[in-house]
């Protein structure tokens, strides 16, 4: 399945679960997501690229995987991490569908599962060197935690915690 790249236009065809036999698209979203963004990311591309089908195919068993689809190439990916406060990680959105309501609904998705699954509050983290991003979870409702930490792949940049009550 080739990389999500930007196109002028998204025709979005479905946003759904992932399984194990979507490994493919679920390699391809985040390898783009890497590549394209790679300031928003705790992981990087020379870490995640050498990765085997076994590693993505574990994604959806172990996570929320949710993808979006311009036809059958995937767009964007939001995950969640299951337990009592969902950690939502790899929230991601090709750049042709950034300003659409794309990426309102990915958090929203997975906002939705975590609610049905019983969860009390789905939570983030976002670099302080995202202001956008941080505008966005702000927008969704997503509040400080007060807890940061230094952000993985550069300890200079300070990482910020977030949360929703659900």
């Known amino acids: 399945m080739p990389a999500a790249r930007a196109r002028t236009t998204l025709t979005i065809m479905a946003i759904r679960r992932a399984s194990p036999a979507d490994w493919s698209a679920i390699r391809a979203i985040r390898i783009a997501a890497l590549t394209e963004a790679p300031y928003a990311f705790a992981s990087n591309l020379a870490r995640e690229l ?3 089908e076994d590693h993505w195919r574990s994604w959806p ?5 949710f993808l ?3 036809g059958d190439e995937p767009v964007a990916i939001s995950v969640g991490i299951p337990g009592d406060e969902v950690e939502m990680i790899s929230v991601w959105t090709a750049p042709a569908a950034r300003g659409t309501a794309l990426a309102t609904e990915m958090v929203e998705t ?3 599962w975590a609610k049905a699954e019983g969860a009390t509050a789905v939570k983030a983290w976002v670099v302080e060197t995202n202001p956008r991003a941080r505008r966005f979870y702000d927008r969704l409702g997503f509040r400080p935690t007060g807890e940061e930490m230094a952000y993985p792949n550069d300890p200079a940049i300070t990482e910020y915690h977030l949360s929703r009550p659900l």
């Not at 068993?61 to 995987?65: I, M, S």
């Open 50 to 52: 050498p990765y085997d």
């Open 61 to 65: 068993l172990r996570h929320a995987v």
């Open 68 to 70: 979006a689809f311009d």
């Open 110 to 112: 997975v906002v939705a």
